[in-house]
């Protein structure tokens, strides 16, 4: 017997051969609720002349301007934080440009393709500027983010030099830790409490205390720490009273980034989560976060290799190119590659990697392509390279006629370097999102999917990889909250 949810995230029981039969079934009877209720409304559209009438503008709710500062609290200040914040500081002091973020260089088509209106994201939608974001954090280590970003030697030190009095006042919080999660690092600056719920609430005097000494209007949590060892949800996770119940009673399945996930949502914080975690990927969260109108998303920045698969897969499939293997190997040197060496550590990273070709494939759909597949995902540490990964890829297709054919990528990327504007656009995004009536209270904010390889959305529900269904997804939710039209690419208009 096992579970499965439906399309209205209610759940069922029945017998399967096994949990990848019962995934299956999931995906299909949500795929036929869904593409049944588009049937639905595509006749109902017809019949009321809805398809080549411009769509009235709907009222989407309002969206409270970004007054004030944003206060930026990250927990985890290694390579990715410290990337992220110097790199702020650099744009602000026009040092350098945001390459890579969608929320500052990006832009959104409105209306027609004739009709020339292209704004900037940052200008469409009432964002935070740079110059208002205020930043603190925690970390096991006492390094201040001037010796954290050293450290980590993803920037230039002639840059971080000019960035030292900035970067070196920020200093880590006392971190809420356990090492039975994180077994290849232990540190000094940690708290102390009898109970789990005596730390989360020492992490909920830190957001605020630092609400408080920042003169911040707003705040937002960004998970940049390590990955934890993997675990699966159990009773403790399942609503707020058994999670709080499990606080007070040490319960050795509560990993200190729920606590810190907790304590955010607790006071009304977005939290967002960038490594590959339960996190906030659990029950008592989705409960919390509605609750409070704090919006939660995740998990596991989508940046390098996955960035890749979720590129090229959707073109196979939408070519009917047959796939019957994909070997994708890393070597990385970081600490984030010392920590995955860890072998439970390494479990939640590919468990988060390895869900992106079965969604995007449908094998179920097309099970004579892509049936088959042997998928491998390979982390190797490797101190030479530091931050600098080498993702290989090896693809094995076939074509017409069967006939096989193979695809090589070597992608020599630079982790934190491609994990900083996601980092930016998050908590931006995520802020917007908190402004906004119509999303405050949704929870899981699923429009933000193109930022995760492991994308969160309601039970019953599977996610989108394609990356550019997760683009289209995230426009056309800034385009329906300024109730302007939503570009389906139809295009029969153009020659009427
Ligand atoms: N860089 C990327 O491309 C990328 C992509 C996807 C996910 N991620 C994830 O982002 C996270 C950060 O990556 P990174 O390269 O900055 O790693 P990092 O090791 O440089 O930094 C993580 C920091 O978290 C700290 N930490 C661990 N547990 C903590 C806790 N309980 N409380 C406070 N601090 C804690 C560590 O001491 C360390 O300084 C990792 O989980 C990584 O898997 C990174």
New binding site residues.
Partial sequence: MADWWDADGRRHRKQFANAAVAREHEHRETALAHAERATREMKLAARTGGSKRSQPKRDSGTIAPAKGKLGVMI???????TTFVAGVEAIRKGLAKPIGSLTQMGTVRLGKRTDGRSPKIKEFVPLAGLDDLVFTG????EDNMFE?ASN?GVLDYRLLEQLKPFLSSIT?RA????HN??KK?D?PNVKKGKTKMDLAEQLRDDIRDFKKTSGATRLITM??????SYIEPTEAHQSLKSFEKALRENDEMIA??MM?AYASLMEGVPFAN????LTVDLPVMLELSRKNEAPICGK?????QTLMKTVLAPAFKARLLGLSGWYSTNILG???G???DDPGSFKT?EESKLGVLEHILQPGLYPELYGNIFHKVRINYYPPRG?N?EGWDNIDIFGWLGYPMQIKVDFLCR??I??APIVLDLVLLMDLAQRCSELRGLGIQEWLSFYF?SPMTVPGLYPEHDLFIQLMKLKNTLRHLKGEELITHLGLEYYD
């Fill in positions: 927990p985890g200040m290694g390579a990715v934080a925690w970390d096991i280590f954290a980590a880590p971190a809420v830790f356990d999660y994180v690092i540190g998970w940049c720490g390590s990955t934890e200190p980034s810190y960038g490594a590959p975690n596991d920045f989508k940046t390098g970081n600490r984030d010392e920590v995955l990273k931050d990964k982790d934190s491609l994990a390889k």
